[in-house]
């Protein structure tokens, strides 16, 4: 249930932030929204209770707590530094809360311009899916001020089952990509056992389950593997393209501080070959298919008997 002292707004209507509206209006918490679409905008008021602002500044006129949940680093910056901006709106003691993954290039520049005005920036990336935001379930990092971590925590829990304080600014996002790339790494490596063990004669749900009781397998990837009747819908999952993005800057990280990642950059570019066949957008449990389809490698020495 709502605080009595704090007072939402959420700028950003896509898949995952109307997801995010609905969870946070469903416990409890009036809220005020916007985005730059209109169509986004009358479909979460007309299928929730919200408000609508005028302009992000509005909002950060009228709202003490205000969560975005944008694609990427220009949207963030439009959305808090441009023309009627959340930054002209406000006040000593606000708090913003970067939910998209647009979080670690933007937070230097938000922390150096607003918390100056004692404005809090915490940086929490959420993990999971929009199926995951309805139920919250989602997993949530979160960097910023220890104090803005606690007066918000109420919100946090009301859309994560797991949220993590990480640290200062930066350590949030850092520790969403690297889970990430360890997921990606574990998920492709259990697609080609699990066809082994299907090879073998054992069922693969069968296998599946076993190595969950076995903590072998998180419940994620366990999830992720799961043999389906029907196709995955992409709404409930995870893009090859969103894959290749926490690889990809996991290895950036890597090359600034001097580490080869070799088995990461095997994995990547795994990931690459089946998103230039699949496409950026398709789901990553494509990655179960596609292993049993692609072609094997002949072994060393050529084919046998050659």
């Known amino acids: 249930m709502a605080g009595p002292d704090l007072t939402l707004g959420l700028v950003g209507l896509g898949a995952f932030g109307e997801a995010i509206g609905r969870r946070l209006v469903r416990g409890g918490f009036p809220l005020m929204v916007f985005d730059i679409a209109s169509g986004p905008l009358r479909y979460f008021v007309m299928k929730n209770e919200g408000e609508v602002a005028l302009s992000p500044r509005v909002m950060a006129e009228t709202c003490n707590v205000v969560l975005t949940v944008l694609p990427s680093v220009d949207a963030a910056r439009a ?31 938000q922390m150096a311009e607003l918390v100056a ?90 296998f599946l389950e076993f190595c969950a009781g076995q903590g072998t397998l998180g419940a994620a990837i366990v999830e992720a593997l799961r043999p389906r009747e029907t196709p995955r819908s992409l709404a409930a999952s995870h893009t090859i393209g969103a894959v290749l993005d926490d690889l ?58 050659s």
């Open 79 to 109: 959305t808090v530094f441009g023309p009627d901006g959340l930054a002209g709106g406000f006040r000593p003691g606000s708090i913003l809360i970067e939910m998209g993954h647009s979080a670690a290039p933007a937070a230097k520049e």
């Open 117 to 206: 005005r004692g404005v809090a920036v915490l940086e929490a990336p959420a993990r999971g899916t929009p199926v995951d935001a309805k139920k919250g379930k989602l997993v949530i990092p979160v960097a910023g001020d220890t104090a803005a971590v606690e007066r918000v925590m109420p919100v946090l829990t009301v859309l994560g089952e797991k949220i993590t304080a990480t640290g200062p600014a930066g350590s949030a996002e850092t520790m969403a990509v690297l889970a990430g790339a360890v997921h990606a790494a574990a998920t492709l490596a259990a697609a080609e056992i699990l066809q082994l063990a299907e090879r073998r004669g054992i069922a693969p749900a069968a």
């Open 248 to 305: 990809d800057a996991t290895l950036a990280l890597a090359r600034t501080d001097g580490l080869s990642l070799q088995q990461t950059e095997l994995c990547r570019e795994l990931w690459a070959a089946l998103g230039r066949d699949r496409g950026p957008d398709d789901d990553h449990t494509a990655v179960v298919r596609w292993l049993a389809t692609r072609p094997k490698p002949e072994p060393p020495g050529g084919a046998a008997g």
